[in-house]
C-alpha cells in the first residue's frame, strides 16, 4: 500500500528553522501534486503551500517569503522549508500528495500522518 511518512517536526524559538520531510512508500512512479496543511486547535485546516508536478509552486500569504516547498521525484519526497518561524506557525502540520502507482499506473491520494510544529516566543 502507498503511504507518506512525515518528519522533521519540533520545538523550536521563533525566528528558528525547521525542514519538514514527507516520504512516499511503496510502488511509486511519480508524484504528481503535492501540498502541506496545518491546524492549530480551534481553527480550520488551512493549505500552506502547493507545488504542481512542473514545479510551480503557491503559499498562502502568511507565509509567502518565509516558507518553501519542494520535491524531490527520484527519492519520491516533498519538502517543507520554514525560516523565520513565529508562534503562530505552531500547528499539526500534514503532507498531502498525489501520487502515480507502478506498475498498476492509477493516481492515489495520500495523506501524511502529521507532525507537531510548536514554535516558541
Known amino acids: 500500500q502507498v503511504q507518506l511518512v512525515e518528519s522533521g517536526g519540533g520545538l523550536v524559538q521563533a525566528g528558528g528553522s525547521l525542514r519538514l520531510s514527507c516520504a512516499a512508500s511503496?510502488?511509486?512512479?511519480?508524484?504528481?501534486?503535492a501540498g502541506w496543511y496545518r491546524q492549530a486547535p480551534g481553527k480550520q485546516r488551512e493549505l500552506v503551500a502547493a507545488?504542481?508536478?512542473?514545479?510551480?509552486?503557491k503559499y498562502v500569504d502568511s507565509v509567502k517569503g518565509r516558507f518553501t516547498i519542494s520535491r524531490d521525484n527520484a527519492k519520491n519526497t516533498v519538502y517543507l522549508q520554514m525560516n523565520s518561524l513565529k508562534p503562530e506557525d505552531t500547528a499539526v502540520y500534514y503532507c498531502?500528495?498525489?501520487?502515480?502507482?507502478?506498475?498498476?499506473?492509477?493516481?492515489?491520494?495520500?495523506w501524511g500522518q502529521g507532525t507537531q510544529v510548536t514554535v516558541s516566543s
Open positions: 498531502n500528495a498525489d501520487l502515480r502507482t507502478w506498475p498498476a499506473g492509477y493516481d492515489y491520494d495520500a
Open positions: 511503496g510502488r511509486i512512479f511519480s508524484i504528481n501534486g
Open positions: 507545488i504542481t508536478s512542473g514545479g510551480s509552486t
